[in-house]
């Protein structure tokens, strides 16, 4: 395989992974809709496409796998191919969360929610932007800009915190919300662990571009 029709394969496999991070962030964001709406129907169906990103998946992994096979790729190509199978894995599991989030609209099963949603929406945004800022930078090898994300984190982290202990409270005055509260704090939890998995990405571009492993 010639140089040039490498790079012309890792410009064909970077658009589907950016189709395939889109298709995550939509589902973020049908996710929360459909808790806001208390709508099981688009829940299913929410987890039903999961099965269409799973395949997204597999697809640009075994891309990347005819690339080891036929390019025998070295150092900096090896980190670069190595590094689409990771972020296409972490957008997989992101995609994972937010079908958590959808089972627990169909659980909740039409009941009012606990409280008006405000800091969980907050944590849906951040985590998007997140993912937004972290393909870009993944595409423009950009370091700098993967290291101010994985700070980002810290202000979902901030939220999560502020949602449990609220939760707790409204379990502790009274008993009768626990079933509800919980529901909330697993939504909370699928948020944050989709925060966590953007910053694995960055943390990966980081070694992709420079070689070197970020410590926590």
Request: glycine share 2%.
């Amino acid at each position: 395989m010639t140089r040039e029709r490498y790079h012309r394969i890792m410009h064909e496999v970077e658009q589907e992974l950016l189709q395939m991070g889109e298709m995550v962030i939509a589902v973020i964001d049908r996710s929360i809709q459909a808790l806001k709406n208390g709508d099981k129907a688009e829940a299913e169906r929410i987890i039903a496409d999961d099965a269409l990103i799973n395949q997204r998946r597999w697809d640009i992994e075994n891309q990347c796998l005819q690339l080891f096979a036929t390019q025998q790729p070295v150092a900096g190509d090896l980190r670069e191919i190595v590094s689409f199978i990771d972020l296409i894995t972490n957008l997989e599991r992101m995609a994972d969360h937010a079908k958590g989030i959808a089972i627990i609209v169909v659980r909740h099963d039409h009941k009012p929610l606990l409280k008006p949603l405000i800091d969980i929406p907050r944590m849906a945004d951040k985590a998007r932007e997140m993912i937004q800022k972290s393909l870009t930078a993944f595409i423009t090898q950009d370091v700098e800009a993967a290291a101010a994300i994985i700070k980002m984190d810290n202000e979902v982290d901030a939220l999560y915190d502020q949602i449990f202990r609220e939760l707790l409270t409204y379990m502790m005055e009274d008993p009768k919300t626990i079933t509800r509260a919980v529901y909330l704090i697993w939504v909370s939890h699928n948020l944050e662990r989709i925060a966590d998995r953007v910053t694995n990405i960055c943390e990966r571009i980081i070694f992709m571009v420079t070689g070197e492993i970020q410590s926590d």
